[in-house]
């Protein structure tokens, strides 16, 4: 089984994999530039004890490192900064197209409010180490040179000097590690935390009239969230910064030994030697103070990968083509669409049985109009998520035309519709671009009597910004231009007032019927189920055939049509506020 890093490790790698000239590239140029400073640092050590003779060599020498030193660092940092910055461009991308690409039952467990955070926190927490990522580099370059250069002026006192960093190098990967948890933990609570915030941002008129529920929302929920956070993070980075203080005193210590050490243990060793030390170990704390100060940084950006590659572990895609260019392998129309012995089971709860519904035999033949009926929590949506395709059966197959749709058909079979669902959403441009699509639009507008408010500007709605109910008529011009063979709609008219649910069910319907559209309609509008061809009633996730809800008496068609044409028609006036 992979241990919690893992796969952040391989997520990692695999994105350094297609820029490995450049880190490649990075990585020499930085060794340049940290072999020249240790170089550097020797000709002023030398220059200490040099003659006047001397003074031409030693500036020439001086003047040829501090240009390779410009170099190495300059093109170290920008070669590492573009291999930062695309690293960070493709998992943007990749995540987009895992999102894209993810079984909807699984996007609709993991939670918006969970999956958000990996899209900005995380991804910005990889952005900002990326950015800090070239100096990282050089300046763990720069170290590497000088206990090279260190170890070049004397052995032994290396060995020392080796001995003391890495004990000190045991300090910070015990308080790393630890911080390591506490960032881990306060990752944790920025979900919770994303969670409350969309609390006060959906429920703000529910807390404005709920005095009590406002105070535990924001006091109880967010108020202890957010102090979770921060009490984890301060502890985290306290362990980092001790550490960081023992650090220097290590370093000081480490040049306090070489200077008493010398004398005792190798009194013959020229003064350079100690001086080169001192001079190299109190050059060091510079880069070696930066390297530690990014470790907080690189720990949260530790954190991020693992979350994005939990994520990307989580979203396994079966429909690996779904981003591929698109092209119009779909039929213009279907002869039917048919679910036979299907069954679908939500995952369990802790304490709760899972909700399945099935199994279903349900035909729907070109033409038809459907009503999808039942109370709340019968399985309705299910229902209808398994006939376009979103949910794959666990049992039972979903066929087109009498022929199964499968994982390589599946995207094509669901070019077959257009859907509005109840938590549907509304995009601002028209759903297909050509010179007819703003016309029809237009005429759409007008007739749904949205024309004095929204407009078609450059083939997209000039504002969204609509009542609920006028937001559905304009997710209905999308639907109604696309001109796909099926149209789905989930409870569209609970929104309407009286005088367009009426429209829909009785003229709208009906005009889709003549262009030769199958029609599927969830709806609790009881007084016009005679507009419908079939009524299919759902009880406890299985279709109800014993009150005879499929195919309903003529008497009692008539009765209800009868009932309805007694009643005034409302005016076409009206609309919604």
Known sequence: ?????????????????????????????????????????????????????????????????????????????????????????????????????????????????????VLTKDVDAISDFAFFFPAFLVSGVIVAGCLIYLAVLSWPLFLVTAALIALGSFVHYLARKRGMMGFTLARQYEDDLQKHYRAISEGAKELRLHRPRRRHVHVDL???????????????????VTARALGTVLLFLVIGTALVLRPLLWPDSPASVSSGFVLVLLFMRGPIDQLIGMLPSLGRAQ??????????????????????????????????????????????????????????????RRGEIVFIVGENGSGKTTLIKL??????????????????VVNETRDDYRQLFTTIFSDYFLFDTLAQQSSQRPELAQRYLDRLELAHKVSIDGGAFSTTDLSTGQRKRLALIN?????????????????????????????????????????IVISHDDRYFHCADRIVRLRDGRIDASDAAERREPAQRQRTLTTVMQEPAPSLGASNP
């Open 1 to 117: 089984m992979m241990t919690p890093s893992n796969p952040g490790v391989a997520s990692v790698g695999s994105l350094l994999r297609p820029y490995w000239l450049l880190l490649a590239a990075a990585i020499l140029l930085g060794l340049l530039g940290g072999a020249s400073v240790a170089g550097l640092l020797a000709v002023a050590n030398r220059g200490l004890y040099a003659g006047a003779g001397d003074v031409g060599g030693l500036v020439a020498s001086f003047a040829g490192l501090c240009i390779l030193i410009v170099i190495g660092s300059v093109g170290s940092d920008i070669s590492a900064n573009v291999v930062g910055q695309r690293i960070v461009a493709s998992l943007r991308k990749s995540l987009a197209a895992k999102i894209l690409m993810a079984p909807i039952d699984q996007l609709e467990s993991y939670r918006s409010h969970r999956l958000i955070p």
């Open 222 to 240: 967010i108020g202890r969230t957010v102090d979770r956070i921060g009490n984890v993070q301060i502890k985290a980075i306290n362990l980092l």
């Open 479 to 519: 639907a109604w231009i696309e001109g796909r063979p099926v149209l789905v709609f989930d409870e569209w008219a609970a929104d309407q007032d009286p005088a367009f649910r009426q429209i829909f069910y009785t003229e709208l319907l009906a005009d889709l019927k003549r262009l030769g559209k199958t029609i």
């Open 303 to 364: 954190v991020a990968m693992r979350r994005i590659a939990e994520l990307s572990d989580r979203f396994t895609a079966a429909e690996a083509e779904l981003l591929d260019d698109p092209q119009d392998r779909t039929a213009d129309q279907i002869e039917s669409i048919e679910l036979r012995g299907v069954s679908y089971a939500f995952p369990a709860s802790s304490s709760e049985r899972p909700f399945t519904i099935g199994p279903i035999d349900l035909r729907i």
């Open 387 to 404: 006939l376009l395709g979103l949910y794959v059966p666990d049992r039972g197959v979903l066929l087109r035309d009498g022929s199964p």
